[in-house]
């Protein structure tokens, strides 16, 4: 009786019905609370650690070590519940039960490859260990992280760090405003300085209007005296008088509206200058080659002009031991005649004499007389003078009045027969060689045709073909058997 009762009993306890079947989950109800309880306990007992207080049995940190070459570690496990009893836990895990992740020291995961390993959930710790671990792990990320770039974007900028981003472009648009400011201001000083020289020797009552009728560009009174051809280069005309066609006067002035010129300038410095020429006509000159100029241009002059090499040689003293040039100054003459002729008492005394070319001689450069120029007119009288600035334009005023001075001078002159043989003489020669000259370069001209004639026959030949050329040799071929048959008289019968 006591069997059956005991059997009957375990019986209804193991199929369950009605009122046992809620005892029983009720049961289990409270002994899956309980150990949520005492597993919730044990966590907090070791909350407050360090990560890198970890006991030492966790089998993740003390992994045994790697082989010699690195190999990827097997994938993690698919479940993240860690309860102590799976089978009475039949709710979501709690977040005691989540694992505590390891630091990230030395471990077989530092080889993991996300990639070929696709679907699986990344592991991300919960809130109260990332809010546990940040006070640990701040530092070595503030080591290794970069700046924040927004930080230093949204700091202000000083003044002098501004100025030096945009050196180039202030540089540049300074070097521009200084150049437009010199290059109005040096326009400005070559016009003055032009003007003041007109002002001073082509107005009315001066050298150029008591020598010439008509003075600059037009021919009425209102019209312009200079003919401005550029920022440096001003030129004067004059006619109207005997023994010559026209004076032209060039100016030629320092590049003052040029920066960078005017900072050469200073390095290298040069004069402002003039130059006359005077063209003569063509029964108002004698055979004259002549030149005055300082004795390193002389040289100079000797070499490069094509006259003066020919006809001219260099004087080093007076003729007769009369009073002469000063020291400084060299002549070029074809005859001591004709530089003793030129050089007059007068002149001596008023500009080339030792006591006048002391104050004068810083103007002076060359002079050149000759009927055998290179330039368009052949009959041609140069000067060569250094203009001085707008406040001291009078200190020219003697030089200046040496151009009509030999003008009148060299249309009234008349050579000797002795010497007047000698340089025709002379000038027959170098007509003769210059005549020669000419041959020789017409013959050259002729061979350099008949060079390419024959270099394009030889091209055109080359291209033609085999059969051609075969045919053309046969024909040349016969020609000469023909050339060298004789020659056979026929007469006819009665």
């Known amino acids: 009786m006591a069997n059956s009762r005991s059997s009957s009993f375990f019986s209804s306890f193991f199929s369950p019905r009605g009122d046992t079947l809620l005892y029983l989950i009720a049961l289990l ?18 909350e407050g650690f360090d990560a890198d207080d970890e006991p030492e049995d966790d089998p993740i940190i003390f992994q045994p070590p790697l082989a010699d070459l690195p190999r990827r570690s097997p ?12 089978e009475s836990h039949h709710g979501p895990p709690s977040d005691s039960d989540l694992p505590v992740k390891p630091p990230a020291t030395t471990s077989s995961f530092d080889y993991w490859d996300e990639d070929e390993f696709e679907g699986f ?31 230093i974007i949204s700091g202000p900028v000083s003044l002098t760090k501004r100025i030096r981003s ?16 010199n290059y109005f201001t040096g326009k400005k000083e070559n ?25 600059g560009v037009g021919e009425g009174d209102s019209s312009p005296l200079l003919l401005k051809e550029g920022q440096t280069v001003f030129r004067f005309y004059a006619s109207g008088r ?25 390095i290298v410095p040069c004069k402002d200058e003039i130059t006359f020429e005077v063209q003569m006509n063509e029964d108002a000159m004698d055979h004259v080659v002549f030149a005055l100029a300082k004795k390193k241009a002389a040289k100079t002059m000797q070499k490069e002009v094509r006259d003066l090499q020919r006809f001219a040689n260099l004087m080093t003293s007076g003729p007769n031991g009369r009073k002469w040039v000063a020291d400084e100054l060299t002549v070029i003459t074809e005859s001591k005649e004709v530089a003793g002729d030129l050089i007059t008492e007068t002149v001596l005394d008023q500009v080339f004499g030792e006591k006048a070319f002391e104050k004068f001689g810083k103007w002076f450069i060359s002079m050149h007389f000759s009927d055998q120029q290179q330039s368009t007119h052949r009959k041609a009288l140069v000067f060569k003078f250094a203009l001085p600035d707008v406040n001291h334009m009078a200190d020219i005023t003697r030089l200046v009045a040496l151009v009509p001075y030999y003008i009148d001078l060299i249309g009234r002159y008349k050579l000797s027969s002795q010497t007047r043989t000698k340089t025709e003489a002379a000038r027959s020669k170098v ?10 370069e017409r013959q050259e001209a002729l061979q350099r045709k008949k060079a390419e004639r024959r270099k394009m026959m030889e091209e055109a030949g080359s291209k033609l073909n085999a059969e051609a050329l075969r045919k053309k040799e046969a024909k040349e071929r016969a020609r000469q058997l023909k050339k060298a048959m004789p020659k056979i008289k026929m007469s006819r019968g009665a």
């Open 29 to 46: 109800s409270i002994f899956s609370l309980l150990l949520h309880h005492l597993s919730a306990a044990g966590d907090s007992h070791f």
């Open 75 to 86: 994938p993690p496990p698919t479940t993240l519940s860690t309860s102590a009893d799976p």
């Open 121 to 151: 959930p990344t592991e991300t710790p919960p809130p109260e260990l990332t809010s546990e671990l940040e006070p640990t792990t701040a530092p070595a990320d503030s080591a290794t992280d970069e700046p924040d770039e927004t930080a």
């Open 166 to 181: 945009y050196t180039v472009e202030i540089a540049c648009v300074s070097f521009l405003i200084m150049f437009a400011i």
């Open 191 to 215: 016009e003055t300085l032009a003007l003041a020289w007109a002002a001073k020797f082509a107005t009315s009552d001066t050298i150029f209007d008591k020598n010439f009728s008509l003075l």
């Open 242 to 266: 005997r023994f010559c066609q026209q004076l032209v006067a060039t100016m030629e002035l320092k590049s003052r509206q040029d920066l960078i010129a005017k900072l050469y300038n200073m």
């Open 431 to 440: 007509a003769l060689e210059a005549y020669k000259e000419l041959q020789n």
